[in-house]
């Protein structure tokens, strides 16, 4: 079974703070990708990366950017915190070569910000 | 455009009842699409996928697509009331991308009442 793992399940942050958030698959995934999901506008695209090093921006990616230094792994930054990202993170991966291929996503970090 | 669009519901069957869940997208040329159900303050679940015009079954879930007309759409027969959840219909827009984005709809609340 795919494991998606988000480092924090409730994460709670101050305005203009950097945040990290982590975000780690163990089925050797290539492509992996960071959803925010908000109440009536569904789950909107950040970032996604398809290879180590390599990122695509998505639908809303000002005030976001990532890291993919593993393939295992790809971080999300919110480089100065703001009270509109407060909101729940998904993290999700697929195997490449993929129009069939399904997402796989973690468990979510609800992030507020105050 | 890309979209995929969804009716919002809610909505509301009996126990045992048929539901029935629609979508539709915006690129007729398409090839992949799946339905995830997400429980609230959880993350998406994948539970069907299809590819192929016409009908496929999987015990209670039924998908059925129509490409010449871009709906896709999800039965759950009998249906229980651990049904109760958002599904969130995704499909693959980019035509002949391997990146594997998909594109959501905003989902529809299903409730299922005793």
């Known amino acids: 079974d795919v494991k998606v793992t988000q480092s924090s399940r409730y994460l709670v942050k101050r305005t203009g703070e950097k945040v990290f958030l982590e975000c780690v698959q163990d089925?050797?995934?290539?492509?992996m990708f960071w959803y925010r999901q908000d109440p009536g506008l569904g789950l909107r695209l950040i970032y996604f990366?398809?290879?180590?090093?390599?990122?695509e921006k998505g639908d809303i990616p000002e005030g976001y950017s990532v890291s993919r230094e593993k393939k295992e792994r790809f971080s999300l930054i919110l480089e100065s915190a703001s009270t509109n990202q407060t909101s729940m993170y998904l993290c999700?991966?697929?195997?490449?070569?993929?129009?069939?291929?399904?997402?796989?996503f973690g468990n979510g970090t609800r992030l507020t910000v105050t | 455009q890309k979209e995929v669009e969804q009716n919002s519901g809610p909505l509301s069957v009996p126990e045992g009842a048929i539901a029935s869940l629609n979508c539709t997208y915006s690129d007729r040329g398409s090839q992949s699409f799946f339905w995830y159900r997400q429980y609230s303050g959880k993350s998406p679940e994948l539970i069907m996928f299809i590819y192929s015009n016409g009908d496929k079954e999987d015990g209670r879930f039924t998908a059925q697509l129509n490409k010449a007309s871009q709906y896709v759409s999800l039965l759950i027969r009998d249906s229980q009331p651990s049904d109760s959840a958002t599904y969130l219909c995704a499909v693959n827009l980019d035509r002949g991308s391997t990146l594997g984005r998909l594109y959501f709809g905003r989902g529809t609340q299903l409730t299922v009442w005793p």
């Open positions: 999700a991966s697929s195997i490449r070569g993929g129009a069939n291929s399904p997402l796989h």
């Open positions: 990366s398809y290879d180590v090093k390599m990122k």
């Open positions: 089925m050797d995934h290539e492509n």
